[in-house]
């Protein structure tokens, strides 16, 4: 199974971890993550960048989103696409920090290009939030 919530806490803390074996392997657990559970990655992702209180990680999160987004959209159930576009708003909404908000906002225009090029997915709240 995927990692609890405290234990990606700290798989995002190592994938920003000076230290490079710990990196390393962050990064490699986030990756394998991505390949093999796609939902369960973008759940625990959208857990932390909207709950997270360690600011470099909803940072990191936001970041990992956009990146990966465009290669796991597809593969997102239906409900988990709908509860990203709802998640990612409310982290909009909700961060203080403007570090954070800008890289929201860069997951919101590249989220929502990405879903306007698809001919089955929109996001229907995104102009009405705006």
């Known amino acids: 199974g995927f990692v609890a ?17 710990e990196r390393k392997a962050a990064e490699q657990a986030l990756e394998n993550a991505r390949s093999t559970q796609p939902d369960m990655l973008t759940q625990a992702l959208l857990v932390s960048l909207t709950s997270s209180a ?7 999160s936001s970041i990992m989103l956009r990146r990966n987004l465009v290669h796991v ?4 159930s239906a409900e ?7 998640k990612v ?5 909700n ?5 954070v908000r800008m890289k929201i906002a860069d997951l919101v225009s590249e989220s929502a290009c990405m879903m306007m090029k698809s001919d089955t997915n929109s996001w229907p709240e995104l102009l009405p939030y705006l």
């Open 54 to 60: 360690n600011l470099a990680n909803r940072q990191l």
């Open 73 to 76: 959209w597809e593969k997102l």
């Open 95 to 99: 961060e203080t920090a403007n570090t």
């Open 89 to 93: 708003l409310e982290a909009l909404n």
């Open 5 to 21: 919530v405290m234990d990606f806490e700290a798989l995002l803390t190592g994938a920003l971890s000076n230290n490079n074996e």
């Open 80 to 86: 988990l696409q709908a509860s990203f576009r709802s």
